[in-house]
């Protein structure tokens, strides 16, 4: 079964949805990441995919009280990420209740940091590979790296990752549908389940990232288009259970 993970981004306390993770290019919601929390558990989510965006820009984990009031009051199963460079930011988190901790810049930066945090905080560390006609990206998708991203994923394919989190960027925030070809090329190499991130536009998105479930595809992370009303939480919630 696969697992669907609505998406809370948070900036300045609001939640906000980029435009291939363009800070200059972003929609800001009305709704706090509070209550769009209980929106989510109101319908039955189970899973919640949470970014801090300011600590993507800065490197530390800024909104963590917020992320721990929704831990706190609502039952999820949170994926949290931004800004986590640290092994005491790893810690915060999972001591707040965090199912899983998603690392992304310091972990491709530096593999050393990412092996031995997943030593110290086993099947807690989820890696996000944010990847740009092929190469990583990294600091807020504003640094390109050149680095293919199944080179990098074969070198840290044992390191104990428990979660891989693929976004193409040339699709997110624009609903112009996954790229689920090169996803399930991460996942056929991959030695732990792979996250859908970047471009859902349509409940068949869903549909179809729910026929790759035998391909090591464990969930699909959908924002913009829950936002935006392109997707239906009474039809997305349907999903969780079929």
Not at 120 to 135: C, M, R, T, Y
Not at 170 to 187: E, H, M, Y
Request: aromatic share 8%; with cysteine; net charge positive.
């Amino acid at each position: 079964m696969v697992k669907i993970f609505p998406a809370i981004d948070i900036k300045d306390k609001k939640c906000v949805r980029l435009i291939k993770g363009n800070f200059e290019n972003k929609t800001e919601y009305l709704t706090l990441p509070i209550d769009q929390a209980k929106k989510f558990k109101d319908y039955g989510f189970k899973n919640l995919h949470i970014i801090d965006l300011d600590g993507a820009l800065l490197g530390k984990a800024i909104n963590i009280e917020t992320v721990q009031e929704i831990v706190n009051k609502y039952d999820f199963e949170v994926e949290i990420g931004g800004g986590i460079r640290t092994f005491e930011s790893i810690k915060k988190y999972i001591d707040i209740g965090a199912e899983k901790v998603i690392l992304g810049s310091a972990a491709i930066k530096n593999k050393e940091f990412l092996k031995e945090a997943c030593k110290k905080f086993k099947k807690k560390i989820a890696l996000a590979l944010d990847s740009k006609g092929g190469n990583l990206s990294v600091s807020g998708w504003k640094e390109e790296l050149n680095i293919k991203t199944l080179d990098f994923l074969k070198d840290i394919n044992n390191f104990g990752v428990s979660r891989l989190i693929y976004t193409d960027i040339d699709r997110d925030g624009t609903k112009t549908s996954p790229n689920f070809d090169q996803t399930v090329k991460i996942a056929e190499i991959s030695n732990c389940p792979v996250i859908i991130s970047g471009g859902v536009s349509s409940i068949n998105d869903i549909k179809k990232a729910k026929e790759l479930s035998n391909k090591n595809i464990e969930g699909v992370i959908v924002g913009k288009a829950i936002y935006d009303g392109d997707v239906k939480l009474d039809e997305l919630a349907k999903e969780v259970y079929v």
